[in-house]
């Protein structure tokens, strides 16, 4: 099993920033692509962002030029940098991993989740 844990969200001013870190755990053999959804109140889940093993990355077009995913194979860790956050962006950010785990399952796990709030 592959666990996930979100950290790195909170209360920020407009037009400030914040790291949001994913970190993985458990038994796998191996994580493919990682990647950063939200949910905000009334609103279905969307992708945010997306990087693959080879560190390709791709973007929600409402968060390109402000947003910066990455990782760290090493801590089994990714990473969401914003920058120049908005009200708009304020919502439940998840960090889902398509993983490899024993015997041979190939599945896409979820966090619980670190709550992003913009406000002045």
């Known amino acids: 099993q592959l666990q996930l844990v979100e950290s790195g969200g909170g209360l920020v001013q407009p037009v400030g920033s914040l790291t949001l870190s994913c970190t993985a755990s458990g038994n796998f053999f191996g994580i493919y692509s990682m990647y950063w959804y939200r949910q905000a109140p009334g609103t279905e889940r969307e992708m945010v962002a997306t990087i693959t093993t080879a560190c390709a990355t791709n973007y929600a077009d409402v968060v390109k030029g402000r947003f910066t995913i990455s990782r760290d194979n090493a801590k089994k860790t990714a990473y969401l940098q914003m920058n120049d956050l908005k009200p708009e962006v304020t919502a439940l950010y998840y960090c889902?991993?398509?993983?490899?785990?024993?015997?041979?399952?190939?599945?896409?796990?979820w966090g619980q989740g670190t709550q992003v709030t913009v406000s002045s």
């Open positions: 889902n991993a398509y993983g490899l785990t024993p015997p041979n399952y190939e599945y896409h796990y």
